[in-house]
C-alpha cells in the first residue's frame, strides 16, 4: 500500500477550496478575518517584476467549487464560447443564463501579514473595488512605491460584516499608512520574502477543455424533478441541453 498515494486521495475528497487541499489553501492564502483589522504589507511578486496583482478570471459553483477560466491562458474555453452565444441569441432567459456563467474577475497579491510573519509570503484575493482602490493609491505619487522593500508601505484591512452594513456581504476596505517602513528589519529575512513565493496561477488547479465542457453540461442537465415534469408535461420540459450545448459549439 502506497500511503502517499492515500493521503493524497484523502486530501481530494476534504477538498473545500480549488482542488487543491484545505491545507494547502490554508498554506497559501490568507483571508482577512471578518469583523477586525488586520495590517498587510503587499511584497514585490517574484514572478511578475512590474506588477504585484494577479489577475485571474474564475467560473464559480459550476460543478466544482471554482474552475480557472481557460481564456486566462488564451486558450478555447466551452464556458465562455457557450455563454458568450448564449448572450447573442437575445433571448431574456439565455441572457440571463449567460450572465451566471461568464467568469468572474478576482486579484491575487502576495503579502506579509504582519505579527504573522513567520508564515512567510501568502496570497491575499480580493475582488474590484479593493483592486482599484489599491491601484488608485500606487498612482498618486504622494504615496510613491508602497511594496518597496525599504520605504514602502504597510495597509489596514478591516472587514466589516454585512449584519452591520445591512448589505449581503461583509464590506472590506483599505487604508495605506502615512509612515513608510521596510519590508523588514532583518535584510536575510527581507530577500527570503522576496525569494521564497509560489506563482499564484499554479495554486490553482487547470481543467482541460472537455473536462470543464463535461462540467458545464453537469450543471445544466435536469434534475429528476425537472425529468419527471418533462415526462408528463411535455411542454414545461426542458430541452435537451447536450444537444443545445453541442448545436451553439458547432
Partial sequence: MNLDEI??????LQNKS?????????????KPPSGEKSI????PYKHNKDVPFTELYFYFGI???RMLALSNFDESDPILEFAS???KTNDPDNVALAKKLFPKMRILAPVLVRGEEDKGVRFWEFGKMVYQELLGVMMDEDYGDITDIAAGRDITVE???AKETGKMYDTTTVRVKPVQSPISKNGEDAEGYLENQK????????YSFDEMK????KYLAPSEETETVAATEPEKGKVDLDSKIDDLFN
Fill in 7 to 12: 493521503r493524497k486521495r484523502m486530501d481530494r
Fill in 18 to 30: 480549488n482542488g487543491k487541499s484545505s491545507s494547502d489553501f490554508k498554506k497559501n492564502f490568507w
Fill in 40 to 43: 498587510v504589507r503587499i511584497v
Fill in 63 to 65: 460543478d466544482k467549487p
Fill in 85 to 87: 452565444k448564449l448572450r
Fill in 159 to 161: 472587514v466589516i460584516p
Fill in 199 to 206: 506563482n499564484a496561477v499554479e495554486l490553482f488547479n487547470r
Fill in 214 to 217: 463535461a462540467s458545464l453540461q
